[in-house]
Structure formats: C-alpha cells, structure tokens
C-alpha cells in the first residue's frame, strides 16, 4: 500500500523549488507597477519603448522555455537551472546600469531568455512520486501567485526606497538567492527520466494545436496576460498623474487591492469545483474583467473609482488566473497534459509580450483611455469564446506507477483499468512505465486503483528504491 503522504524529500523538493519560482517572479514583477513613471529619468523614452520594455521579456521567455525543458533531459535539470538564473541576473545587471530605454529593453530581454519554468517542473516530477506530483505542481503554483501578488505591493514600496535601478540590483540579488536555494535545499534526483505530464512531447503538437476546446484556453491566457501587461502602460500613470496619488503611496492601493481580491475569490473557486459550476463562474469572470476595464476608461480622475476598478479587475483576474490551468488539465487527453500545459504557458508569455507594445503603441496615439478601450475589446472576444466552450469534463488526473510491462500486459492493465469506478480515459505508456489516466474524483475507487500499483519501496522488481526517494543533495 502507498504511504498516504509525501516524503520529506518530496516535500523539500516542491517547497524549495517553489522558492526558486517566486523569487525569480518577485524580481520581474515588481518592476511592473512602478516602470510607467521612470520615463521622464530615462534618455529616448517613449510610450511605445516603455510597452516594450515592460514585455520584451514575454517574448524571449515564450521562445526558448520549451527548448530549455528539453535540453534539460539531455543535460540535467540543475545545469539549465543554474545557466537561466545566470542569464536572469546578467539581465537584470544590463538594466540596472542602463541610463537609456535601449538599454533596459535589452536588459528585460535578456531576463526573459533565463527561462527556467519547464525545467523546474521536470525537476519536480524527477523529485515526486507520481501519486504526489500533482500536489508539488499545485505548491509551485500556488508560490507563483502569492509572489506575484506581493511584487505588486513590494514594487511601488522598494521604488520609494531605492529607485528603479535599485529594483532591478534587487532582482539581480534575488537571482543569486534562487541559485542559492537550489544549490542548498533543492534535491538532485538520482536519476532524470521523461514526464509527458509535466513535459512536452513536440510530436503531440499537432494534436494539442488542433484541439480547439484547448485553444480557447490558450487563446484566453493570452489576453488575460495581454490586458495585465497593457494596463500597467497606463494605470500607475492615471493614480499618479489623474488621481492624484503620490507614486510612493501606490502599494498602499495594490496591498488592499491583492489581499480583498484573493479572499474575494475563494468562494467563487469553491463553488467552480464543487458545485460543478466551473464554466459559469468562468465566463461570469470574463464578463466582470470586460466591466472593470472599460470603467478605467471613465474613472481615471477618482482614486476610490480606480480603486474599487483594480478590485474588481483583480478579482476576476485571480479567478481566471486559477481556473484557466485547471480547465487545461480537466481538457487535456490524459498522455497530453505536459505538451497541452507547455503551448499554454508559451501563449501567457506572447501576451504579455503583445500586451506591452500594444498598450505602449496606443497609450503613445491616443492615451491611457484607449489602452482600456483596446483591453475592454479583446476580453470581448475571448468571452464570446468562452461562452462557446464545451462545458468542462470535471476530471481530475491521476498517474499509476505500473513498472516494467510489456505490450500485452500494458493492454491488459489498460482494459482492467478501465473497469474500476470513476476512471473515464486511461492511456497506458509501457516505455514510461505509467498509466495516465482521467478520473471522476468523487466517484473513484483509489483504493482499487492502488492494486494495479508497483511498490513504491521497490518499484522496479529488483530491489531498489523508489527513485524519488533516493535523491540527494
């Protein structure tokens, strides 16, 4: 029988790589707030190049990330960590001995290029039994929007404090301080093996691009992260400049904003997954992000309207933020979650990317107005999509260890599989030595499933330890 929880070495595993994520997230978000008003210090500063700046990262991240996860299986996963927070902390270095626009664009650029996100989520699930993995996907994942949150407020607070070149030596800093974590608390498996739950695999590309319930969702966290990108062209500029906020007191804004949004959205996700009401509440979200970003538009010269406008903007934007991966995983053939997740995050990164130069091309011809108009337009389209979406299968997924099968006895577990209660769709990879499967998590039998199970003290037949648990450090 399992062991009902993770190990020590699994939980060390997912809460030290989710440090790595969100200190690396801290330091390129919390430029976002606080960039907009730099202009005026920076020589050849225009609307558009600060857009750009701000999203240049989007594009090289989007570029390489992929590639990056897969040269991690040819040469380790801590190599191409260590080498994207290397290029993360030059690139935050460039921009903050950069007086000219040019020169932080290059800076951000260069940021984006330490992609490390497909790495780390293949080093986790080196790190993770696959009964557990999905719990260490979720820590990892729920650092990333706690760290995002938090650089919205630490941004504008450290601005007031050191300035923007002092933000990015910070940044700089909290790269050295992720190597540190990987170097000191992060496990090194014993061995690196290939995870098409957590990687992608490009000859299901074409199956995951021509899925079109999957490319709403891509489509919609591209606009979602467009929008973000977007309005952070024009809000800091309309507190400051139309509100009447001292740029120094805007984390006083973000820190209420972030903190009503998140417990906001609690019920909301509750009522998603248990009341089986996801495409609802998603769709809802949709139409509340259209209505906050068009009353920016009318409400710049009020501090209380921007406020309770970035309210409702975040709330919608926490819950989308929560509910887009999940619709991914629920959508996903079972054998396709890591290449469906991949596409997925590579869509987020080109819309922040087209979110910068968009909100700085518009800001620069028409002003703040038209960046919410344009943003208010685009979340129209994507709700239209969305309101056509299939509703959600409510399936969660759940990977069997199965050992070493071969083909005839992989078809067998497949059909016996199939059998148990609860299981929807199982997909047997005999070279993976997994079953995949999709399950109804409130009908299914774990129990059952666990039968079909090698021994995680001896999962090869031969004596040796589970993987996982004979990493070191």
Not at 147 to 176: E, K, Q, R
Not at 242 to 253: D, P, Q, T, Y
Not at 436 to 441: E, G
Request: a negative charge; aromatic letters at 10%.
């Amino acid at each position: 029988m399992k062991n009902s929880g993770m190990t020590p070495t699994e939980r060390r595993a997912a809460f030290s790589l989710a440090g790595i994520f969100s200190t690396r997230m801290l330091g390129l978000f919390m430029i976002l707030p606080v960039f907009a008003l730099y202009t005026e210090h920076l020589e050849g500063a225009t609307p558009f190049l600060v857009g750009l700046a701000i999203g240049i990262y989007g594009l090289t991240q989007a570029v390489l990330q992929i590639p990056f996860g897969m040269l991690s299986d040819h040469i380790g996963r801590k190599p191409v960590i260590y080498g994207g927070l290397v290029v993360f902390a030059i690139g935050s270095v460039v921009a903050a001995t950069s007086d000219s626009i040019h020169g932080i664009i290059l800076g951000r650029a260069i940021q984006g290029g330490g992609a490390i996100a497909a790495a780390v989520m293949a080093l986790a699930a080196d790190l993770t039994r696959e009964e557990h993995r999905l719990k260490a996907m979720a820590i990892i994942g729920m650092s990333m929007g706690v760290s995002f949150s938090i650089s919205l407020v630490l941004g504008p607070l450290f601005d007031s404090w050191f300035g923007v070149h002092g933000l990015f030596w910070m940044t700089a800093v909290l790269a050295l301080a992720a190597m540190g974590i990987l170097a000191v608390a992060v496990p090194t498996p014993a061995v690196s093996r290939f995870h098409r739950d957590a990687e992608t695999v490009p000859s299901q590309f074409k199956n995951v691009l021509g899925n079109s319930q999957l490319l709403r969702l891509d489509f919609g966290i591209f606009v979602l992260h467009l929008i973000l990108t977007a309005i952070f062209v024009a809000v800091p500029l309309d507190l400051q400049n139309k509100a009447g906020l001292a740029s120094e007191h805007h984390w006083m804004v973000y820190l209420f904003v972030m903190v009503i949004a998140f417990i906001g959205m609690v019920p909301f996700i509750i009522i998603a997954e248990k009341k089986r009401k996801m495409k609802q509440i998603f769709v809802g979200a949709i139409a509340l992000l259209i209505v906050e970003v068009f009353s920016m538009s009318m409400v710049s010269s009020s501090l209380v309207g921007m406020v309770a406008a970035l309210l409702g903007f975040f709330l919608a934007f926490n819950l989308l933020e929560a509910s887009l991966p999940s619709l991914v995983a629920k959508i996903a053939p079972a054998d396709m979650k890591g290449t469906a997740m991949g596409v997925y995050t590579s869509s987020q990164f080109l819309g922040a990317f087209a979110g910068g130069i968009t909100g700085g091309f518009i800001y620069q011809q028409i002003g703040a107005e038209g960046v919410f108009i344009f943003c208010g337009l685009m979340a129209s389209i994507w709700v239209i999509l969305a309101s056509t979406m299939q509703p959600p299968r409510y399936l969660g997924s759940y990977m069997i260890n199965i050992g070493k099968v071969d083909e005839a006895r992989s078809q067998e577990l497949s059909a016996d599989l199939a059998k148990v209660a609860g299981v929807v769709e199982v997909v047997v990879i005999a070279e993976d030595e997994i079953a995949y499967l999709k399950v109804d998590n409130q009908v299914v039998d774990e129990a059952e499933l666990e039968k079909f199970s090698v021994s995680t003290d001896d999962d090869d037949g031969d004596g040796s330890p589970h993987q996982p648990a004979d990493a070191t450090v």
